[in-house]
């Protein structure tokens, strides 16, 4: 059975940190990106980075750029989003998917379309008070 299970969530005050994480099980995990998306209340949910497991390249959202990192350890087949200097516009819920091809957007999207992604997380709540 295909799971991503995300946690490291929760209630930070702006300009803290806080490190998701996407556990991934049931497919080979060197075979698919990965991507994090967030949605916050009344919003459409947007794409924040992606990471390729082709060659680890990593896009990001131009708002989260140099606060967000994207890593990937293959041992435990698991990708982090490290988020840093925390703002109360980050508050949402956050998503980890699976793209169904081994590279992120090479140009324009930064994870692509929403439905080019076939396995989706149960997300996590990322709170960021003022």
């Known amino acids: 059975e295909v799971q991503l299970v995300e946690s490291g969530g929760g209630l930070v005050q702006a300009g803290g940190s806080l490190r998701l994480s996407c556990a991934v099980s049931?497919?080979?995990?060197?075979?698919?990106?990965i991507g994090w998306f967030r949605q916050a209340p009344g919003k459409e949910r947007e794409g924040v980075s992606c990471?390729?497991?082709?060659?680890?390249?990593?896009n990001y959202l131009d708002s989260v750029k140099g606060r967000f990192t994207i890593s990937s350890d293959n041992a435990k087949n698991t990708v982090y989003l490290q988020m840093n200097s925390l703002k109360p516009e980050d508050t949402a819920v956050y998503y980890c998917?699976?793209?169904?091809?081994?590279?992120?957007?090479?140009?324009?999207?930064?994870?692509?379309?929403?439905?080019?992604?076939?396995?989706w997380g149960q997300g996590t709540q990322v709170t960021v008070s003022s």
């Open positions: 049931g497919f080979t995990f060197d075979d698919y990106a």
């Open positions: 990471i390729s497991s082709s060659d680890g390249s990593a």
């Open positions: 998917a699976r793209r169904a091809e081994r590279a992120c957007p090479t140009r324009g999207s930064v994870t692509g379309a929403p439905w080019v992604y076939d396995q």
